[in-house]
Nanobody
Framework: QLQLVESGGGLVQPGGSLRLSCAAS????????IGWFRQAPGKEREVVSC????????DYGDSVKGRFTISRDNAKNTVYLEMNSLKPEDTAVYYC??????????????????WGQGTLVTVSE
């Protein structure tokens, strides 16, 4: 069974940092692009960041550019999202997704072969 499991969410104060992890099981991430998405209450899901299978290409949503960094460690079958200078508007459930089509993920269609269950990030005093 193909699975992605996110971890690392939690409560953090504004200006703080968190690192999210997305671990794959049942398949190898070597040939998959990975995307991080988020959905806040009452809002549509948005693309946060994507990384190609090789790690050579990355994309970021305008609201997180310069603050978030996506990376991958294929040896550990894991992708990370380093989040710095967090703001209350970053509060959302964060999901990772895997697909062999980088453009599909980065384009924000919402389609991906595998989705994780999500991890909640809350930025508040």
């Amino acid at each position: 069974q193909l699975q992605l499991v996110e971890s690392g969410g939690g409560l953090v104060q504004p200006g703080g940092s968190l690192r999210l992890s997305c671990a794959a099981s049942g398949f190898t991430l070597d040939y998959y692009a990975i995307g991080w998405f988020r959905q806040a209450p009452g809002k549509e899901r948005e693309v946060v960041s994507c990384i190609s299978s090789s790690g050579g290409s990355t994309d970021y949503g305008d609201s997180v550019k310069g603050r978030f960094t996506i990376s991958r460690d294929n040896a550990k079958n894991t992708v990370y999202l380093e989040m710095n200078s967090l703001k209350p508007e970053d509060t959302a459930v964060y999901y990772c997704a895997a697909d062999q089509d980088y453009g599909l993920l980065a384009g924000g269609s919402g389609y991906a072969e595998v989705w994780g269950q999500g991890t909640l990030v809350t930025v508040s005093e």
